[in-house]
Structures are given as C-alpha cells and as structure tokens.
C-alpha cells in the first residue's frame, strides 16, 4: 500500500533552536517527494523537491534529506522564527498508476518567543 | 501573477443546499485537482482531472461533482448528497508528466454547514 507517514504529529520549540521533521514512505514506483508549508487556513506551498538521485536540497533555513534505499527524508529548520508556525507536508510522487500524489498528514509544528 | 484562484474563501451552506466552489488556473497546467482537509488530517483526494471534459473520481467522490469545460477552470460542486461537507477544500493544478513537477495549491476555500 503506498503511504507517507510524518513525525512527530506536533512539535513546540523555543524561537532560535532547531528542529527536524521525519517522513517515511513506502510509495512505490517513487518519483520524488516534496516538502510543503502549510500556514493555518492557508495552501500549501512547495519547500523542496527531490527526485531519487538528490540526497540533500537546501531552501534558505530549511534542509531536505532523502535516502532513498531506507525510504526516508527529513526536513531540518535552522534557527527557527516564529513564522515558521505552520504545518509541514511531506508529498510523494509515484512514477506511474493513478493516484500520482500521496500526502503525509503534516507535522504541525509551533514556535514560541 | 501566475496562480491558482479558489472564491469564494468563506462559504456557508444550509442543509439539502448544493454549493459550489470556484477554482481558475493561469498556470497553463494539463491536470487539476480538488483535495478536502479535515482538522489534523491530511489532504484527501475528491476529483481529478488531466484533460479537458475529462475527470475521474478520487478517494471520496460520494456526494461532490465537477466539471472541466475549459482548461483553466475546474469548478467542485458539494451536492446535498454529502452529508458531513465542513471543511477545508484545497484546488490544485500541475503538469503531466516529466519527473520533477510540483503541484501548486490555491489558498482553499472554507465551508460551513448552518
């Protein structure tokens, strides 16, 4: 069954530390994956991207991983700020059938001052 | 600006009303999709569509209904049939094909059953 499953459901963290999120995916055959932010009642908008052969993307003070034998990325966020309250997205692409996208159910993550 | 366009951003619905949701790309993107998302769920496919006049149903069809009559537009009807139609509805669009493609997302529409 293709899934995405996303760690930890939710995380506080004090403005100015770091953090990292987990994805794990048995998504099959795999495309690339993405991370999306997620502000509250807003869209999500794309993060990173990463096909199979990329093992780290980086976007301002976010970093991506992604290994690809053991099924796994992380999204590390360095020296939080407050506007990075949101929740994040870790999507799957599948290379072929019929559903392409398969979301994880985000990691809601609060920053505080 | 390029983008995906969803109106209207507030909307509420009587019981046995059927409402529809508006969503308009300029992206020139081939596939659309409406997604639902329930309060600390993850986003749930409705309807897709990867060609004009053309859509299939997603995970939960039951109760909503589209059309694609123009390549730029991809309205979501929520029928009467839906029974439990509060949440958060999220229009998106990308490209077919290709291997490193982003889907882009609208910034949703709400809707409340009174």
């Known amino acids: 069954k293709n899934q995405v499953e996303q760690s930890p459901q939710s995380l506080i963290i004090l403005e100015g530390k770091n953090c990292t999120l987990q994805?794990?995916?048995?998504?099959?055959?795999?495309?690339?994956l993405r991370w999306y932010k997620q502000d509250t009642g807003r869209g999500p908008v794309s993060l990173t991207i990463?096909?199979?052969?990329?093992n780290t993307k980086s976007n301002g003070r976010y970093t991506a991983t992604l290994d690809a034998d053991t099924k796994q990325s992380s999204l590390h966020i360095t020296a939080s700020q407050l506007s990075d309250s949101a929740s994040y997205i870790c999507v799957v692409s599948r290379a072929a059938g019929t559903y392409k996208y398969i979301f994880g159910t985000g990691t809601r993550l609060k920053v505080l001052a | 600006d390029g983008g995906i366009t969803q109106s209207p951003k507030y909307l509420f619905r009587k019981e046995g009303q059927n409402v529809t949701l508006s969503c308009e790309q300029n992206l020139n993107h081939d596939a659309m999709y409406w997604y639902r998302q329930d309060p600390g769920q993850g986003l749930r496919l409705i309807y897709y569509?990867?060609?004009?006049?053309?859509?299939q149903k997603g995970d939960i069809a039951e109760g909503y209904s589209v059309s694609r009559e123009k390549k730029e537009s991809f309205p979501l009807t929520v029928t009467s049939a839906q029974k439990n139609p509060t949440a958060f509805y999220l229009c998106a669009s990308s490209i077919i094909g290709g291997n490193g493609n982003t889907i882009y997302f609208g910034e949703g529409s709400w809707l409340t059953v009174v």
């Open positions: 569509s990867q060609i004009v006049n053309d859509f």
């Open positions: 994805c794990n995916y048995t998504v099959s055959p795999f495309s690339n």
């Open positions: 990463m096909t199979f052969s990329e």
